[in-house]
């Protein structure tokens, strides 16, 4: 079993920042992919971040200059800086990581979600 967990997120104001982090846990040998998409009520995932194990990243649109994603591969954690927030950035978001190698294969992950509001 494998499980994702997110913490950080919360209220901030326009133009402030919060850091997000997911840490998984279980009985992991590596992960390829983590990263964050996020999701409003009726509205579609977004892809926000994503990172690979050797630090490669993408970023939709949206967010690049103001979000940086980063990971602990020891810890098989991962971040999300975000500066800059606009009332847009509200969402939930979530966590997760794709390709997690364990003993008895490959498998994904999801977090539960982490809501961030931007609000004055």
């Known amino acids: 079993q494998v499980q994702l967990v997110e913490s950080g997120g919360g209220l901030a104001q326009p133009g402030g920042s919060l850091r997000l982090s997911c840490a998984a846990s279980g009985s992991i040998f590596s992960i390829y992919d983590m990263g964050w998409d996020r999701q409003a009520p009726g509205k579609q995932r977004e892809r926000v971040a994503t990172i690979t194990s050797g630090g490669i990243t993408n970023y939709a649109d949206s967010v690049k200059g103001r979000f940086t994603i980063s990971r602990d591969n020891a810890k098989n954690t991962v971040y999300l800086q975000m500066n800059s927030l606009k009332a847009g950035d509200t969402d939930v978001y979530y966590c997760?990581?794709?390709?997690?190698?364990?003993?008895?294969?490959?498998?994904?992950?999801w977090g539960r979600g982490t809501q961030v509001t931007v609000s004055s």
């Open positions: 997760y990581a794709e390709r997690i190698l364990i003993v008895s294969g490959e498998t994904n992950g």
